[in-house]
Each structure stands twice: as structure tokens, then as C-alpha cells.
């Protein structure tokens, strides 16, 4: 155990601090300070010693130059029990720093307010990272804190052990201060190359603020937790839970595919999800009607699902809602009523974002492959009705033609093979992740089927309908499957070796066709 007689305070969130300077006083500790901490710690009659008559220097250059000195670095760094360390610190009067309370320049809410450039480059702390990394170096005589959170840690140590820290606890503050800056660094550099125009520079850094570990990841057998970054995007990592249990992975897993899918659409959309892939979409004239419509095309899956609104929530919706065991409920809003309906579900969780995130907005997806990561730009590619080039005889009607951008759009977050058949502004039939193109047709209206004879209807939903496929048909036979199923219009991106083939196909059967040229593979 290491007792604490010195420590140096140097503080942009100056949460806790006066408390926990307080209680250092009471202990006997002296008292060092940048000057602004300096000021605050005074303002509350606390001695303090500032950094500039411990160094007979003062902070010069706007501030940037203030802790770099070696009677600050040589406190800090210096071996304790080490003889000849120790002469050293003593032949220059050097006094050792026991303590050391630093949390740096407030980098990422900057970057995240919008500031401009040289505004950015100012909030790059240098100092704080280095007595940082020194402290955390010489852990075993030097006790370093970089979160108000642990400053209770500190204080209990210290009761429990007549002013000193005790080696376990160095350690792991240790680990936390290595962690922040290296957090710290990676904020600092993924802005940097976005400024410079790198999508992918040299060395490539994640960072990330742990904010709640879960019960179990996938499965019992696997642990997890969700991190926060400094992506502004508003979604699941951001939300307010009202109420319910706590999230599991899944949970977060399958609301965030359920949110980001219903954020595409301007007017009243619905989302239902399972297992990461949408068992229901619709658009509706309000939130009631979108999740009505949305309902209809696969209730039995349904069961136990996600919920993703893009308005807030009525009363009226809420209750309709409530009649279905649901894990999760998303929207931006919900008044009172629907909280109120929604509490006396005492598991279902309640998530509020008071917002959408943008599906235009660039950003990258990371997966763990064995020895890296796959990175890549984020699927924000959109389809409009001036991409799409029609290939067929018979052309789509003004109809036809909404609900095919609609199928479309829905496909970019159904797993490959993505087959989805759209009515009427709704899904009635979706075919997910099968190995083959021409499965995923059948497995879709097969679902509407099944979701028509729950409506007391012979007639599959599928009938009718427009259907999109995430990717072209490599040959007619998958198109001739989503014909069988009553499909009169198709959209898919083309660029099969085999399209003359497909487009003529589509004719035999009277199909109107669009090409979009971007495909949506989601795997």
C-alpha cells in the first residue's frame, strides 16, 4: 500500500470534485493545481498550491504549456524506494506526486457540438494524456483517477487503510487510465482522417465508453456488453428506457435493426422485427394504422418481436399493441396514456429517442473476423424513383411504382437472400437469409399464406403484389417463383449475365420490371 501525501488536480469535468478535495485536505494531503481547478478548489477556502509556483514557471502559450515539466513528470515518474531515483528528485527538489486527478480537455463533445476545425485542435489535450500515461506507468507508488466515478474508490481505500491505496486498486485505476486515453486517442484520430477525406487510414483505433454490461450475449454461455462511441446518430445506444427489464443483446441487436429500418420512411412507418430481420413493414395514415398493416403479414412471428415506430406513440396505439407479448417498444415519444398502458406490462421494455437516426448519414460497420476486422461504410445507399430504369413491356403503375421503392427499401435490411413482397403500402410476404434466392420466394408466400388463412382468405396475400429482391436473379427461376406467387411487378438491380433472360421471362408472364443498379446484400 502506497500512502497519499501529494496529489495534483487538473480537471475539465469538475464533478465531485470539491467533496473529494475536501476529504484529501482532512487526510493531510497537499494540495496541487492547473488553474482553473485551482480556482474552484480555492473559491471553497481549500489551500491549494498551484502548478506554476511548484514548477517557477507559468502556464504560457494560451494555456498549452502548464504540467509539462520535470518537477511535475519527475513527481510522478519517479521509482519509489529506487536510491537513486530518490536522489535525483532530491538533489533537484523535486517532491514525489502521489495522486494524480486528471480528466482531459472535452475532445469528443466538442467534435460532437459541430465546432469548426481550429476550435477541434484546442480541445486535443497534450498535459493531461501524459501525466496521465506517467501515473499509470509508476502504478506501484502512484494512484492515478480519471473518472469522478472512482473517486469513491479512492476515499474508501483510504478510510480503510489510514491514508494509503492499496496495490489492487492502483492497478485497476491503472488499466481505466490507459483505457481513456487510448479511447481518448481514437476519438482524436477517426475525426482526423474524416477530416482529411481517409475512410480508411493506416492505423485504424476503436473507442468506446462501457455503458451497462448484459445479462449474457447471444447465448447464456457468452458474456457482452454495449459500448457507447461518440456517434451523434440517434438510436438504441442513446435511448431513455421508460421501464421494463433489463435489455438482453438480442434485445439491442434486433432494435437497432428495427429502428434503422423504420427511420428510411417520411410518413407513419411500423416495423416489427425478429431475429434481426422484419416480420411486418408498413406505412400508414398514423401510428395505429402503420402497425395494423404492419401486423397482418406475419403474426405468429410476430409474437415476442420488436416493435420500431418512426412518431410517437398514442394511447390508442399503445393499447392495440399491448395485446401482443412484445419484448421491445421504440419510438421517438410516447404521451401519457401510452406510457401509462404500457407500464401495466411490467416487462416489456419501453425505449424513447426523442428522434430518428439520419439513414443517409456515412459511418462504417466492424465485424471480428480471426486475426482482424472487416470494416466498412454503412449501407446509407437510397433508391429514388429517377434511378429506376424499367426493362419490361408492361410498365409499373403510379402504385405499383410506391410500393416497389418500398419493398426495395425494406430489402437493404433483410438478410441475404432478401426476398419481400409489398401490397398496398405494407409487407405480405418476406423471405429472409436463405442460401438460395428461389427458397426465400418460397419461403415468403408460403408466410402470406399462412398470414391469409389467419384472415379467413383462400387467396395467398402475396397475390397482387409487388416483390423486390435484394440482389439481381441470377436466372428466370427465381422470377418465375414470385409470378407463381401472384406478384405483378418486380424491382432488383440487375446486372445478371442472364438479364436479357430474366427481362423476357418477365414478359411471358406480363411482370413489369424496374432495375435500381445498387443492390443491398445484408449478411
Known amino acids: 500500500m502506497t500512502a497519499i501525501r501529494r496529489a495534483l488536480f487538473s480537471l475539465s469535468d469538475k464533478t465531485g470534485l470539491l467533496e473529494f478535495a475536501k476529504f484529501l485536505h482532512q487526510s493531510g494531503v497537499e494540495l496541487i493545481s492547473t488553474g482553473g481547478t485551482a480556482k474552484a478548489l480555492k473559491s471553497e477556502g481549500l489551500p491549494v498550491k498551484e502548478v506554476a509556483e511548484v514548477t517557477g514557471f507559468p502556464e504560457m502559450l494560451d494555456g498549452r504549456v502548464k504540467t509539462l515539466h520535470p518537477t511535475i513528470h519527475g513527481g510522478i515518474l519517479g521509482v519509489r524506494g529506487n536510491a537513486e531515483h530518490e536522489k535525483t528528485m532530491a538533489d533537484h527538489k523535486i517532491g514525489p506526486i502521489d495522486l494524480i486527478v486528471v480528466n482531459l480537455y472535452p475532445f469528443e463533445q466538442t467534435v460532437a457540438a459541430g465546432a469548426d476545425f481550429a476550435t477541434c485542435i484546442e480541445n486535443i489535450d497534450i498535459g493531461g494524456p501524459a501525466m496521465i500515461r506517467s501515473a499509470a506507468k509508476n502504478h506501484a507508488g502512484v494512484t492515478v483517477v480519471v473518472d469522478p466515478v472512482d473517486y469513491g474508490v479512492v476515499i474508501a481505500d483510504m478510510k480503510i487503510n489510514g491514508g494509503a491505496v492499496t496495490d489492487i486498486t492502483r492497478k485497476q485505476l491503472a488499466a481505466r487510465a490507459y483505457a481513456r486515453t487510448a479511447a481518448y486517442d481514437a476519438a482524436i484520430s477517426t475525426w482526423f482522417a474524416a477530416q482529411l477525406g481517409e475512410e480508411f487510414p493506416r492505423w485504424l483505433s476503436f473507442g468506446g465508453t462501457l455503458k451497462q454490461t448484459l445479462r449474457y450475449g447471444e447465448n447464456p454461455h457468452?458474456?457482452?456488453?454495449?459500448?457507447?462511441?461518440?456517434?451523434?446518430?440517434v438510436g438504441v445506444a442513446s435511448a431513455l428506457q421508460v421501464q421494463g427489464k433489463e435489455l438482453s443483446y438480442n434485445n439491442i441487436n434486433d432494435t437497432d435493426a428495427a429502428y434503422e429500418l423504420v427511420a428510411e420512411f417520411e410518413g407513419p412507418a411500423c416495423a416489427i422485427i425478429k431475429h434481426a430481420n422484419p416480420c411486418g413493414v408498413a406505412l400508414g395514415t398514423d401510428c395505429l394504422d402503420a402497425y395494423t398493416k404492419a401486423l397482418v403479414c406475419d403474426p405468429v412471428s410476430a409474437f415476442g418481436g420488436i416493435i420500431?415506430?418512426?412518431?410517437?406513440?398514442?394511447?390508442?396505439?399503445?393499447?392495440k399493441i399491448t395485446e401482443l407479448f412484445t419484448e421491445v417498444v421504440i419510438a421517438p415519444g410516447a404521451d401519457d396514456e401510452a406510457k401509462a398502458l404500457f407500464a401495466k406490462k411490467k416487462n416489456l421494455r419501453l425505449l424513447i429517442t426523442n428522434g430518428l437516426p439520419d439513414p443517409a448519414a456515412p459511418g462504417r460497420t466492424v465485424r471480428n473476423v480471426a486475426g482482424g476486422y472487416l470494416v466498412q461504410g454503412r449501407d446509407n445507399g437510397r433508391v429514388t424513383k429517377a434511378d429506376l430504369k424499367v426493362v419490361t413491356k408492361v410498365k409499373p403503375t403510379p402504385q405499383q411504382m410506391d410500393d416497389l421503392l418500398l419493398a426495395?427499401?425494406?430489402?437493404?435490411?433483410?438478410?441475404?437472400?432478401?426476398?419481400?413482397?409489398?401490397?398496398?403500402?405494407?409487407?405480405?410476404?418476406?423471405?429472409?437469409?436463405?442460401?438460395?434466392?428461389?427458397?426465400?420466394?418460397?419461403?415468403?408466400?408460403?408466410?402470406?399464406?399462412?398470414?391469409?388463412?389467419?384472415?379467413?382468405?383462400?387467396?395467398?396475400?402475396?397475390?397482387?403484389?409487388?416483390?423486390?429482391?435484394?440482389?439481381?436473379?441470377?436466372?428466370?427461376?427465381?422470377?418465375?417463383?414470385?409470378?407463381?406467387?401472384?406478384?405483378?411487378?418486380?424491382?432488383?438491380?440487375?446486372?445478371?449475365?442472364?438479364?436479357?433472360?430474366?427481362?423476357?421471362?418477365?414478359?411471358?408472364?406480363?411482370?413489369a420490371m424496374v432495375f435500381t443498379g445498387m443492390r443491398h446484400f445484408r449478411h
Open 308 to 319: 420500431a415506430l418512426n412518431r410517437p406513440i398514442d394511447g390508442r396505439t399503445a393499447a
Open 222 to 233: 457468452q458474456s457482452a456488453a454495449l459500448y457507447v462511441t461518440g456517434d451523434t446518430r
Open 408 to 511: 426495395f427499401t425494406i430489402c437493404k435490411h433483410v438478410k441475404s437472400n432478401a426476398i419481400v413482397y409489398v401490397k398496398d403500402g405494407a409487407t405480405v410476404g418476406v423471405g429472409a437469409g436463405q442460401m438460395s434466392r428461389i427458397d426465400s420466394a418460397r419461403v415468403a408466400h408460403s408466410k402470406s399464406k399462412d398470414a391469409a388463412q389467419a384472415l379467413g382468405q383462400s387467396e395467398a396475400l402475396t397475390v397482387g403484389s409487388v416483390v423486390a429482391s435484394d440482389a439481381f436473379f441470377p436466372f428466370p427461376d427465381g422470377l418465375l417463383v414470385t409470378a407463381s406467387a401472384g406478384a405483378v411487378a418486380v424491382i432488383q438491380p440487375g446486372g445478371s449475365v442472364k438479364d436479357d433472360e430474366v427481362i423476357k421471362a418477365a414478359d411471358e408472364k406480363c411482370l
